[in-house]
């Protein structure tokens, strides 16, 4: 399956952005979907899960209320709604999916399938 993740962009603090993850190749429904980011000389990190079903979702503590994941199976596509936005929330991007176990799935080495990433930046 081939990934492709879009609409990053620039806003400042506070503010809002949608980001959608469009795969094609075969449909996301047998996968379960992760978005995670990667800072300038930082890590890749976790950032938000859903399990294929839809009916359960996981994330990070620091955007916990901030943040929503979704799918769309039939338009094959998966969604980060960021509001509240913070600087440090700056990063690119990445959606990712596979077949993850519950106890792997914050873990970005379990997954096969990734989209190119897109940038985030959160100006103060």
């Known amino acids: 399956v081939q990934l492709q993740a879009s609409g990053g962009g620039m806003v400042q603090a506070g503010g809002s952005l949608r980001l959608s993850c469009a795969a094609s190749?075969?449909?996301?429904?047998?996968?379960?979907m992760g978005w995670f980011r990667q800072a300038p000389g930082k890590e890749r990190e976790f950032v938000a899960a859903?399990?294929?079903?839809?009916?359960?979702?996981y994330y990070k503590d620091s955007v916990k209320g901030r943040f929503t994941i979704s799918r769309d199976n039939a338009k094959n596509t998966v969604y980060l709604q960021m509001n509240s936005l913070k600087p440090e929330d700056t990063a690119v991007y990445y959606c990712?999916?596979?077949?993850?176990?519950?106890?792997?799935?914050?873990?970005?080495?379990?997954?096969?399938?990734w989209g190119q990433g897109t940038l985030v930046t959160v100006s103060s």
């Open positions: 990712a999916g596979d077949t993850v176990t519950l106890s792997g799935i914050a873990n970005p080495h379990l997954y096969h399938y």
């Open positions: 190749g075969r449909t996301i429904s047998h996968y379960d």
């Open positions: 859903i399990r294929r079903s839809g009916s359960n979702t």
